[in-house]
């Protein structure tokens, strides 16, 4: 593969901070509303101007699906803009999630219109956002997380449609309308650039496994990948994937993401004795490269409580890595830079950004997390210090 033939970065920095969007219905049922919640909203100058000490000039944002379409085909961008305005006052680029796990009041992935429904909605961004910024590079994730919230909707009953043992049609669906929604989106605007957000994972069978069982393993861990292989063509032809859908991949990867399958075991990535099993994230990467030979990014990363420098640094090791092999990786996103209760239990929350929360004081109050400072800035030097062989020159 020439890297040269792949275009240069879109991106404004190789670093990005991701806000916490979800307008999801929780596992009670209930809507949760994270802009808001977290801060983000109210905040925005403030937590864009914090943004700049660390050179995070592009940002990962959400429009809330559910609260722009009260009514069928009526669409309320106000917030939108006043997110953008930001945006401009600030120099920070937005990537935008146009689903990012929230569906409006009167549908479900199973809904007989959800696919033309997105698509509408699809176009309807586009008008405003180029009637706002009519230049310029526009980044979009349609449908966020496929393969995580049709397990959480399908399966696990976390969300909606409530559904257990229909993971797979709650998939189908939800790339029925990721294709949908991308062509509409290329047609208003045939200069987007479409970035996917999927979980990177690996998945091992137990010590000591049959034959059947690393089979199993073997294809749990493959199907990571479907909904990426649907939007490309090579799985479900009939929903219309094609090559040209697929732009720029991005990678979804934390702490819990390698596990055994049966019985389900965790693999500690630090545990001071490593599981053999566990693969470096440097591996992982290069394995979903060849898999697509389209340029990627980690689209969001995070550790919980005191793990997180260490976390940072290991990423900024793998980042590197990765760019010395001469690999075309974009991106990596903090995710979330500013830190989010849990959807069901909003009173408990993750301390996993590089901002905490102070919910003592309005806001809630940001607090920088000092070690999770000094070791991003540590992974920074050591993703500028990795200069690709072939591959375009990054900002980092």
């Known amino acids: 593969m020439d890297f040269t033939t792949l275009g240069a970065s879109p991106f404004q920095s190789f670093w990005w901070g991701g806000f916490e969007c979800t307008d999801q219905l929780n596992a009670f049922g209930n809507r949760v509303d994270f802009l808001p919640l977290t801060g983000h909203l109210p905040l925005l100058d403030e937590d864009y101007a914090a943004l700049a000490p660390f050179n995070l000039r592009t940002v990962r944002e959400g429009i809330r699906w559910a609260h722009i379409e009260k009514t069928p085909y009526q669409y309320d961008f106000s917030t939108v803009k006043i997110m953008l305005d930001a945006g401009q006052r600030h120099g920070i680029q937005q990537v935008w999630d ?11 992935p199973l809904h007989p ?3 033309r429904r997105f698509a509408a909605l699809c176009r309807a961004f586009v008008d405003f956002y180029r009637s706002q910024q009519p230049t310029g590079t526009l980044i979009v994730t349609p449908i966020n997380e496929v ?3 049709s397990w959480l909707g399908g399966d696990a009953r976390g969300t909606s449609p409530y559904c257990n043992g229909n993971g797979w049609q709650v998939k189908y669906e939800l790339m029925r309308a990721y294709i949908e929604g991308a062509n509409a989106l290329r047609e208003a605007d045939p200069s987007i650039r479409l970035l996917t957000t999927e979980p990177l994972i690996a998945i091992a069978p137990r010590f000591g496994a049959s034959a059947r069982e690393i089979r199993e393993a073997r294809e749990a861990h493959t ?3 479907q909904a990426t292989d649907i939007l490309c063509g090579r799985l479900c ?3 219309g994937g094609h090559p040209t859908l697929l732009d720029i991949v991005g990678f979804n990867y934390y702490y819990d993401n390698q596990w055994q399958l049966n019985p389900h075991y965790i693999m500690g990535w630090n545990d001071d004795v490593p599981d053999p099993r566990l693969r470096p ?8 490269y060849r898999r697509y030979e389209r340029p990627f990014a980690i689209t969001e990363t995070s550790h919980p409580a005191e793990d997180r420098p260490v976390w940072l640094r290991m990423i900024g090791q793998e980042c590197a890595a990765v760019l010395a092999e001469g690999l075309p990786l974009w991106g990596a996103c903090l995710y979330p830079v500013v830190d989010r209760p849990d959807w069901d239990h909003l009173d408990q929350w993750h301390r996993s950004g590089l901002w905490d929360a102070d919910l003592s004081r309005p806001g809630p109050a940001r607090v920088l997390h000092q070690p999770s400072a000094e070791a991003l800035l540590e992974a920074q030097a050591m993703v500028a210090a990795a200069r690709p062989r072939r591959a375009p020159a990054l900002v980092s």
């Open 98 to 108: 146009l689903c990012h796990f929230g569906y409006p009041d009167d549908l479900t």
């Open 113 to 115: 219109m959800f696919a």
């Open 147 to 149: 393969s995580f919230i």
């Open 223 to 225: 199907n990571q990948f």
């Open 237 to 239: 032809p009939e929903l």
């Open 281 to 288: 994230l440097r591996q992982l990467l290069r394995e979903a």
